[in-house]
């Protein structure tokens, strides 16, 4: 047996969700006995995705049409078989399909919704004066704004970029007219904001899923099992309430976490 036991060390990208997800998988792996650490928001999704094909980290918390579109670069949506295929030469997997699509939408304010008949993306090609805020990694994308602009030939040339987690309060105050927002974000349901129909059906399904490293299951068969054991149990709901815990109750990611497994323990 090996003098000092391995630790699982998983990772999460910089924003909300992705933390309490992460903090989640760090805590699923700890009860299941296993040594566990969470490097929290290391960085966009590029920047996570180099750090798990580099081995600095063994998982994190990732979704499907991000890993179609921004990381291997495909067309269409794939299934978990074909993902799985495609990963296999990095020395990765995924699996675990927790149970809830957090995809991007455009956002603005109802009443300047109102005001200019703004129902769906379409519409905002005769509104070239409206002032866009976006955030910094949607704004780069391959699924995100250079793409969404050429798919509905939109007018606004340079969108301002904006931290996702100011974009509610610049929309509110009236500093941008439209932003993109995660539909799991918790502050949709605290301002009044109209959501436009993706007309054209841009954007993918972005299902929320693990990438793990393949040495993993055989690594920490404990953590393993108790991970699988995650999938199916974060309906959209649930994982909207639990930002909400985060962002609009300042409980930290931990506890966030710790009361989603005592639930769910409890229920089981
Ligand atoms: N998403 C929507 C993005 C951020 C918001 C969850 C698809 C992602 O992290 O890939």
Redesign the pocket.
């Given at each position: 047996t090996p003098a000092v036991a391995e630790t699982l060390v998983v990772g999460s990208?910089r924003?909300t969700e992705?933390y309490i997800l992460g903090e989640i998988v760090r805590q699923a792996a700890l009860r299941a006995g296993e040594r566990s650490v969470h490097r929290s928001g290391l960085g966009n999704?590029a920047i996570v995705f180099e750090a798990i094909k580099s081995g600095a980290i063994d998982i994190y918390p990732e979704?499907t049409?991000?890993l179609d579109r921004e990381i291997l670069g495909n067309p269409r949506s794939s299934s978990l078989v074909e993902l799985n295929r495609q990963l296999a030469r990095y020395g990765l997997g995924v699996g675990v399909p927790l149970g809830f699509n957090?995809?991007?939408a455009l956002a603005v304010r109802e009443d300047v919704a109102q005001q200019r008949g703004l129902r769906r993306i379409s519409d905002l090609s005769h509104h070239a004066d409206l002032r866009l805020g976006l955030s910094q990694e949607f704004l780069g994308r391959r699924d995100g704004w250079p793409g969404l602009r050429e798919a509905y030939g939109l007018p606004f040339p340079s969108p301002r970029g904006i931290d996702h987690g100011l974009a509610y309060v610049a929309l509110a105050t009236g500093q941008v007219d439209v932003i993109d927002v995660?539909t799991t974000d918790a502050k949709l349901a605290r301002y009044r904001l109209r959501l436009l129909e993706d007309d054209r059906h841009y954007f993918p399904a972005?299902e929320a899923v693990l990438v793990y490293r393949l040495d993993l299951p055989e690594r920490f068969p404990k953590a393993w099992r108790a991970l699988q054991s995650l999938a199916g149990t974060i309906p959209e709901p649930t994982m909207i309430r639990l930002n909400a815990e985060a962002e609009l109750q300042g409980k930290r990611f931990t506890e966030v976490a710790a009361g989603f497994l005592d639930g769910a323990a409890a229920a089981s």
């Open positions: 990208k924003f992705s999704t979704y049409g991000t957090n995809t991007y995660y972005y």
